[in-house]
């Protein structure tokens, strides 16, 4: 490690922290339904979403018909997305003449772009149209990040209302956060990626003679407006199959933090959203300072793995930090940081490959994702994912000193412990027994790259990956195959829906509840003491549901190189 790698990782946290409390303002305004600067352009035109949708910005849901709604417009996105997959060839936009995806991939795909996981068993610039990356996946990179940000003002509401039934209308949420929101921001991200080298194109590929002679293809395509909400929405589909690695993609150092700034910009902006809405910015930032620890933590970790390199070289008396499957444009420390960056905020945009990272290096992005990725998390998912987290603590805090758990007034009582533990144990249930499954089915085994343990973090990272909804990979695992297609698919649908529908039924019984004044006895939520118990609580649950997993995985991978042994 070095001083000059901690001061660019500073001056990513100093640019993000910046941008909290502008954007969490303007945020709080668009979810309140109150003039922005954007109002007099974009007001009309969604009066006219709201009548073709039938609906009002007046019409507030119970929390059922919230999630009805929802799980209605997703169903529907899955169904067409996979209809555009399969008949692709016969669909315009196609200068390539790609052909129809097959139908367990198609089927991967489309749950994959729905649950905002962006899971990718396929080469984004030899095998989709333009039509299905600009009309299929990157439409769902939008609506997919905007149903996560209306679950999340959803939950807030429930903390902010008192004695109501309503927790807001998903289809005004979902509008506003996709109008007011993502479409403006992405804009002037597309601009600002065109003017740094970004392709935005509808000419097809172009071939290129190379100085030895040799004829190079080389793909085009409209890059830049699919780049721009892959990361602000946190969705992490690339165009081209490297991702962010791809220098049409990630052109220099510039593109590469304005990446990593978007990933976090939202999701750490919601903390202040809440803040705000509840009447108290320290709630939010106690919540956001808890989510500074453990981003830390990784980025050391990470950071100082990779740096110190591989232990099997050090094992034969060679020393250097680890390069292996890092572009040379970004280094060790831009690498580690975009790892932790991306695994923490459910995005799975990738500009080296996690997969060659050490043992202890891959070791984070894996707990990141265990953790429920909470570490400020997908846009809206990480927030209410942490919410969940909150109130097991606050359930914690209250048996230890003998009250009735509360939080901002709300008492937490079984029910929203039954549906906070519910959510919490439906991702392990998710990736832990598909993983154990595919380590002893032999076709599912036959898709590992490298053996010993690291074989096995590949099949844990992918049901991980999946279950996250992420969308990284370990790299040497060949996804492309019936069972991972088919058995991903479905825990990225668990890992979305058994985790939403809690979080709406808490909200649903939190609105419902009158606040209780604060006393003497009022455990404050505000606070370090609070910041430690929720990190505490985090790393508790995380430790004591994956750490045999882990153990197999990359724990014994790095203990093993330490002493010189390979596989």
């Not at 992918?462 to 479905?490: D, E, Q, R």
């Amino acid at each position: 490690m070095t001083l000059n790698g901690w001061l660019q990782i500073l001056v990513f946290c100093g640019i993000v922290l910046a941008l909290v409390k502008p954007l969490g303002a303007y945020m709080t305004a668009v979810f309140n339904g109150e003039k922005t600067f954007l109002s007099p352009v974009l007001a009309p035109l969604e009066r006219g979403i709201y009548a073709l949708a039938g609906t009002s910005e007046r019409e507030d849901q119970h929390w059922s018909a919230y999630a009805v709604s929802m799980l209605m417009f997703n169903l529907l996105g899955v169904l067409l997305l996979y209809a555009m997959l399969r008949l692709q060839a016969q669909l315009p936009l196609n200068p390539t003449g790609m052909s129809a995806v097959g139908p367990e991939l198609s089927f991967n795909t489309a749950v994959s772009f729905v649950t905002n996981t962006n899971w990718q068993n396929y080469g984004g610039e030899s095998t989709m149209s333009y039509l299905s990356q600009m009309m299929g996946l990157s439409v769902q990179n939008f609506v997919s990040a905007a149903t996560g940000m209306a679950i999340a003002v959803a939950l807030i509401r429930a903390f902010s209302r008192a004695s109501g039934k309503a927790i807001g209308n998903f289809w005004v949420d979902m509008t506003r956060a996709t109008l007011y929101i993502l479409l403006p921001i992405c804009i002037v991200l597309t601009l600002v990626y065109v003017s740094l080298g970004v392709p935005q194109s509808f000419g097809a590929s172009v071939q290129a003679t190379t100085l030895e002679g040799a004829k190079q293809t080389i793909a085009l395509g409209p890059v830049a407006s699919q780049l721009a909400i892959k990361m602000l929405g946190t969705n992490g589909g690339g165009f081209f199959n490297a991702n962010s690695a791809h220098p049409f993609e990630n052109p220099d150092a510039i593109s590469n933090l304005i990446q990593m700034v978007s990933i976090f910009a939202i999701g750490a902006a919601f903390t202040n959203v809440f803040g705000r809405m509840v009447g108290n910015q320290r709630q939010g930032w106690a919540i956001l300072s808890a989510m500074g620890v453990l981003f830390l933590i990784g980025v050391a970790v990470t950071y100082g793995a990779e740096a110190a390199g591989n232990p099997l070289m050090h094992a034969f008396g060679l020393g250097g930090g680890n390069m292996e499957g890092k572009e040379v444009r970004f280094g060790i420390t831009l690498s580690s940081l975009f790892a932790v960056i991306t695994t923490a905020a459910s995005c799975g945009a990738v500009n080296a490959m996690h997969g060659s990272f050490t043992a202890l290096g891959g070791l984070i992005p894996l707990v990141n994702m265990q953790l429920g990725e909470v570490i400020v998390g997908g846009v809206g998912a990480g927030f209410y994912g942490i919410v969940l987290f909150i109130v097991v603590a606050v359930f914690v805090a209250g048996l230890m000193v003998g009250r009735t758990p509360e939080y901002l007034g709300k008492k937490i009582e079984a029910k929203e412990m039954k549906m906070a533990v519910l959510a919490v144990l439906c991702l392990p249930l998710a990736m832990l027994v598909f993983a154990a499954i595919a380590t002893v089915l032999p076709s599912a085994v036959a898709s590992i790259g490298t053996a010993g343990p690291h074989g096995f973090s590949e099949i844990l990272y992918a049901y991980t990956s999946a279950a996250a909804n992420n969308g990284s990979a370990f790299g040497g695992l060949t996804g492309n195959t019936p069972w991972y297609n088919v058995t991903l698919g479905i825990g990225m649908l668990a890992g979305r829906f058994l985790v939403i529908i809690p979080a709406l039924a808490i909200a649903g019984s939190l609105v419902a509840k009158k606040k209780v004044p604060a006393s003497a006895g009022t455990f404050p939520t505000d606070g370090p003491l609070f910041v430690g118990l929720l990190v505490g609580t985090i790393v508790i649950v995380g430790g004591l549901t994956f750490f045999p997993a882990l153990a197999l995985g990359p724990v014994v991978e790095h203990l093993m190189a330490v002493t010189g042994q390979t596989f």
